[in-house]
C-alpha cells in the first residue's frame, strides 16, 4: 500500500506564507504525478497544482503567480509554497498522487488533508 501524509498547514494572516509538505511513502516504484487540491467549506475540491514526473506544472488561475509547486522525485515528497495568502485561500488542502508500485499495480492515493486558515 501507499501512503500519503501531509503537513504544513496552520492559521496565517493575509499576507502571510505557508509551506506544505507531502511525503509518500510504501511500495512505490515510481510516482507519475503528484498534486494539490483544496476544499473550501461548502465547495467543491479543486485543483491548486499538478507536479507531473516530467513537464510542466499546471497551475490554477487563482493561485499562479502566489504558490509554488515542487518535488523531490528521490523521495517521493511534494512541496507547495504559498505566498501572499488571501482570506479565499482558506481551505482544506489534499495532496494526490498516483503510480506504480513494487508489485507492478496502479496506485492512486489521496491524503488526511491539512488545515489553512487564512484570517485577521
Known amino acids: 500500500q501507499v501512503h500519503l501524509v501531509e503537513s504544513g498547514g496552520g492559521l496565517v494572516q493575509p499576507g502571510g506564507s505557508l509551506r506544505l509538505s507531502c511525503a509518500a511513502s510504501g511500495s512505490i516504484l515510481s510516482t507519475n504525478t503528484m498534486g494539490w487540491y483544496r476544499q473550501a467549506p461548502e465547495k467543491e475540491r479543486d485543483l491548486v497544482a499538478v507536479?507531473?514526473?516530467?513537464?510542466?506544472?499546471n497551475y490554477a488561475d487563482s493561485v499562479k503567480g502566489r504558490f509554488t509547486a515542487s518535488r523531490d522525485h528521490v523521495n517521493n515528497t511534494a512541496y507547495l509554497q504559498m505566498n501572499n495568502l488571501k482570506l479565499e485561500d482558506t481551505a482544506v488542502y489534499y495532496c494526490h498522487a498516483y503510480g506504480i508500485q513494487r508489485n507492478l499495480r496502479q496506485f492512486e492515493v489521496w491524503g488526511q488533508g491539512t488545515l489553512v486558515t487564512v484570517s485577521s
Open positions: 507536479i507531473p514526473s516530467d513537464g510542466v506544472i
